[in-house]
């Protein structure tokens, strides 16, 4: 059974006539004609009752027009809400992030898309890169930022790097500078209270990591809160934290920067490899480079 075939039963079914039937369905009578006889066939049962100027539906013919018309519709349906998600009338982007993004690039990403293309639906999942890359993995998201070199393993998965921003030491305002200088190395966090994110974050593991390089390990005043909770320690004087540029700027804090080279992370776009991101996430990624700023590399 062809969707054509029911096409021209239905157009038999409204006109009672097989000419005027193939002039509405733009083919020659007999087409229509021998396409509604192997239907026929194929059913087992005459769906008209064929007389001169007089067509009829039979019982069979009573008993599939509304469910033909049902078809044709479904699949009409079909056809629209495919070529509406394909054109982004319509459709649904799972977008991963650190908070640290969240709080700084994505809002504006997410709302120059959304002014493009208002009938997709937004999801946002707000983790760290290890959490975030398990939920791209499982197929839960079709794009994330991550920090690379990702924590984990994860073949397959491709990442394209996007923003190499700088790190810096935030304190509060109303409290000495951490250095009598300018700018601070990392030597100088030694013994000096951190304010520090809960464990799995991914700025924990970078400061952590680049304190013991440095050959020490970092002390803590208070640890395990979000972006939020470690600035509002450090607004407070509980300690100094190191935190993303992009961050630092709209916190009202005391920013330091890290003496020369000094400390960046490496901001990417990732996705699944092994099938190609739908077409949403593809239109993100275009409008997330032209948010970046002038800065990145």
């Known amino acids: 059974m062809q969707l054509q075939q029911l096409r021209y039963f239905t157009a038999v079914a409204d006109t009672r006539h097989f000419t005027r039937a193939a002039d509405r369905e733009h083919v020659a009578q007999p087409s229509l004609s021998q396409q509604i006889r192997a239907l026929e066939r194929e059913l087992g049962a005459d769906l ?12 069979a013919g009573e008993t599939l027009l509304p469910l033909a ?3 044709l519709a479904d699949t009409e349906t079909a056809r629209r809400e495919v070529q509406e998600v394909a054109q982004l009338r319509r459709g649904r982007l799972r977008l991963g992030a650190p908070p640290s993004l969240c709080a700084t690039l994505v809002p504006d990403v997410l709302s120059a898309f959304h002014t493009r293309y208002p009938g997709v639906d937004l999801i946002v999942n707000e983790d760290g890169s290890q959490d975030l890359v398990r939920a791209l993995a499982a197929g839960a998201l079709d794009l994330a930022l991550v920090i690379t070199p990702l924590p984990v393993q994860a073949p397959a998965l491709t990442t394209t790097e996007l923003l190499r921003e700088e790190l810096v030491v935030v304190s509060s305002p109303d409290a000495p500078a951490p250095t009598g200088r300018r700018r601070i190395r990392v030597e100088d966090l030694r013994d000096r209270p951190l304010a520090m994110f809960r464990r799995g974050y991914d700025l924990r593991e ?4 680049a304190c013991r390089a440095a ?10 809160g979000e972006m939020d909770a470690v600035l509002g320690f450090a607004r407070a004087g509980l300690g100094i934290a190191v935190v993303p540029s992009m961050v630092a700027e709209r916190s009202g804090l005391r920013i330091t920067r890290f003496a020369t080279p000094g400390m960046h992370r490496t901001i990417s776009m990732a996705h699944r490899g092994d099938v190609s991101p739908p077409r949403a996430a593809r239109e993100l990624q275009n409008i997330l480079r032209s948010h970046l700023p002038p800065t990145s590399s």
């Open 48 to 59: 008209f009752h064929r007389a001169r100027g007089h067509i009829t539906l039979t019982d």
């Open 69 to 71: 018309r049902r078809i």
């Open 206 to 209: 970078f400061t952590t990591a």
């Open 215 to 224: 050959g020490f390990e970092p002390a803590f005043t208070v640890e395990g």
